[in-house]
């Protein structure tokens, strides 16, 4: 765990190793967050890392919602995605699907790719797999706008997890 007062104090350098991972693979947002300091709580940290994503230009902001992995997509089978995005993964077990569920992931991940032309996004702490499932078929029928607000907005969410996670206010 980091402690909330060390973070304020760290060098940009060492603000960004520690915090970047939180953003699944895109440093440069937690450099963007490095400025917002000294935080007050834990609450200012993860309000300034929503608002850092949420502000991002329409072009940043796209670019950002494809780089996270797809959920017990190939690159997760694989081991090549984020700490934190395997242990969030395995965490409903998205790492033991068996033949029949993993086509289906597959499937949904391939419908909601095409059809919108990034992954499917979700805070997989509040999902079971079948609530996953579930949650693909309805977004599915989504307008692209509305669920490029739905990444953005389950994206925030994840950040402020592993935010909250990872940071204590205590000494």
Same mark, same amino acid.
């Given at each position: 765990?980091? #402690? ?11 603000? #960004? *190793? ?41 072009? *940043?902001?796209?670019?950002? /919602?494809? %780089? ?5 997509? *190939? ?10 995005? /395997? ?5 409903? %077990? ?35 797999? *079948? %609530? ?16 490029? #607000? ?22």
């Amino acid at each position: 765990m980091l #402690v909330l007062a060390a973070l304020n104090e760290m060098d940009e350098t060492r603000f #960004v *190793a520690a915090l970047g991972p939180v953003f699944e693979a895109t440093p440069h947002l937690a450099r963007a967050l490095a400025p917002c300091r000294p935080f007050a709580d834990i609450a200012a940290l993860t309000a300034a890392a929503r608002r850092i994503i949420r502000d991002l230009p329409d072009d *940043a902001r796209l670019a950002y /919602v494809a %780089s996270h992995p797809e959920l017990a997509g *190939a690159a997760a089978r694989v081991g090549d995605i984020g700490a934190h995005s /395997v242990s969030e993964q395995a965490g409903i %077990s998205l790492d033991r699907l068996d033949p029949d569920q993993q086509a289906r992931f597959d499937a949904l991940n391939i419908a909601y790719r095409l059809r919108f032309g990034f992954p499917f996004i979700a805070a997989v702490r509040f999902h079971t797999k *079948a %609530s996953l499932l579930e949650a693909f078929a309805t977004r599915l029928h989504h307008a692209r706008a509305v669920e490029l #607000v739905t990444a953005i907005d389950e994206i925030c969410k994840i950040v402020t997890l592993r935010l909250e996670a990872l940071v204590t206010a205590g000494q």
